[in-house]
């Protein structure tokens, strides 16, 4: 068979960065498993055990160099990974076989090498989100007093402006940010707990001594930057970690989706649109087509993001007492096409926002048959100040705001309301051409947005400059 008649995954293929397939690769799972080892091995030495630095040097120098055919025959016969790729180390590194693994079960290769990319992951998570953050905090910025219509129900509602709206995303993904802080935060080490968390294996090396145990422990959480591991744990540790971790890029996912909806609900009111290139194809039939792909990709993502945290929180709920293995297939899947849809998701995010597309005139006629309706009540104020009566100019201007309204429903081009008004005797003289400026309707639209970006973004610009101003990835779109 050659690669065209095999499966390939469109995560890998088509939509994450090289960067974090890369992390999730094989071969950075199994040098991190021979890692790992060697940190065990010099943890021991250095606490007293028969551990030669002939031995060590001699899985340090092995290290990369795995050979895959090899590991891949052992598990054939040997039907266990773990014990797989040891004999595949000792074979590399003959010298040291005897020592290798000396106390460990297996997930003190595979559970501690998940939290370590967990951690790796995570960190590129939040770079990304830091250059989302700030695409869409100058996307605000340059267009805070553009004033256009809110939608509340997607009907015409008060004016907002674009850069207020766009805060709106912004604030969902700092939220988001903060999570993935928290989580990385929180993040531990399983350190060497042994098969049923009770270290006991590693008592009976050091002959009953707990200070050298506890030492151990330390010592190799140390050699990968972890400064302390989960107190308690079974044979895993809690699978609880992982279900806390994928809600927290599901939550990433329900911001993408939610901005991309709003996109393309713009897209079709023609007042906001997504990047399109020159020899970009919006459909096979209809070439005048100019289709949302981006917006419609990113929610497509995120739904599939958005689904993962239930195999999760189902595996955190059904493990047994300190170890059961139901939860190693679906964790090879959940935690990396996790990682890798929240790295397309925020690759594509941050591809589109710089290349947003604003179209004020379209926005400007859209507010055009709108705003006099909206007009309506400061001229009812307006009107009851220069001497009318209230309730009779209320019933005024509902008569003429349903005939304007079915006028403009019946196609024309414009909302003749406000020229109805000044035409009727019932109203005083007024000055119906300042109040349908549409800049007195936006609030304090632009003065929450430079409150917002200074309260809120700047903060995070200071605290993550190399992300926020950093050169962008490689975005496959």
């Known amino acids: 068979m050659n690669e065209y008649e095999i499966y390939d995954n469109p995560l890998i293929r088509r939509y994450a960065s090289r960067a974090m397939s890369r992390t999730w690769s094989p071969q950075v799972k199994f040098s991190t498993w021979r890692k790992l080892w060697v940190a065990l091995a010099e943890a021991e030495q250095s606490l007293g055990l028969n551990i030669s630095a002939e031995q060590i040097e001699a899985m340090k120098g092995a290290v990369e160099s795995i050979d895959f055919p090899a590991a891949e025959a052992y598990e054939k016969r040997f039907r266990h990974d773990v014990m797989a790729h040891i004999h595949a180390f000792g074979d590399a590194a003959p010298a040291a076989r005897a020592i290798i693994h000396l106390g460990a079960t297996s997930c003190y290769v595979t559970d501690n090498t998940d939290l370590i990319l967990l951690r790796e992951s995570l960190r590129r998570v939040r770079d990304r989100l830091v250059s989302v953050i700030d695409a869409l905090a100058s996307f605000a910025d340059r267009w805070k007093s553009l004033p256009c219509l809110g939608y509340t129900h ?19 993904l700092i939220f988001d940010l903060q999570d993935v802080e928290h989580r990385l935060a929180g993040l531990r080490f399983l350190g060497v707990k042994g098969t049923t968390g009770t270290q006991a294996s590693f008592l009976a090396l050091f002959e009953g001594d707990h200070a050298k145990v506890e030492e151990l422990d330390r010592k190799v959480a140390a050699a990968f930057g972890f400064e302390r591991s989960y107190a308690v744990a079974g044979q895993t540790y809690s699978r609880k970690v992982d279900s806390q971790v994928l809600g927290t890029l599901s939550g990433l996912g329900e911001s993408a989706h ?6 393309r609900l713009l897209a079709h009111e023609r007042e906001v649109e997504e990047p399109f290139e020159a020899e970009q194809v919006g459909s096979s039939a209809m070439a005048y087509k100019r289709n949302p792909m981006r917006a419609e990709r990113l929610c497509s993502l995120a739904r599939f993001l958005m689904a993962l945290p239930a195999a999760a929180s189902q595996t955190s709920a059904t493990q047994w007492l300190e170890r059961t293995l139901d939860d190693s297939a679906v964790r090879r899947l959940t935690l990396p096409q996790g990682f890798l849809a929240a790295d397309a998701i925020l690759n ?8 947003m597309v604003v179209h004020p005139a379209v926005i400007d006629r859209h507010i055009a048959e709108q705003l006099p309706f909206m007009a309506t009540e400061n001229l009812l104020m307006s009107a009851v100040q220069a001497g009318g009566d209230r309730q009779s100019l209320h019933e005024r201007i509902r008569q003429h705001s349903l005939a304007a309204a079915e006028r403009l429903k019946q196609g024309a081009s414009d909302n003749d309301l406000i020229a109805r008004l000044r035409d009727d005797p019932a109203f005083p003289p007024l000055n119906f051409d300042d109040v349908l400026d549409a800049v007195r309707y936006v609030g304090r639209s ?21 992300a926020a101003k950093g050169a962008r990835e490689e975005l496959r779109v």
């Open 154 to 172: 997607f009907q015409p509602a008060q004016l907002v402006t674009v850069g207020k709206r766009a805060t709106l995303w912004c604030q969902e």
């Open 258 to 263: 939610r901005f991309g909806m709003d996109l």
């Open 348 to 355: 594509l995010y941050a591809n589109i926002v710089p290349g």
């Open 446 to 466: 632009p003065e929450q947005v430079e409150e917002f970006l200074r309260r809120e973004v700047e903060p995070i610009r200071t605290r993550y400059p190399d």
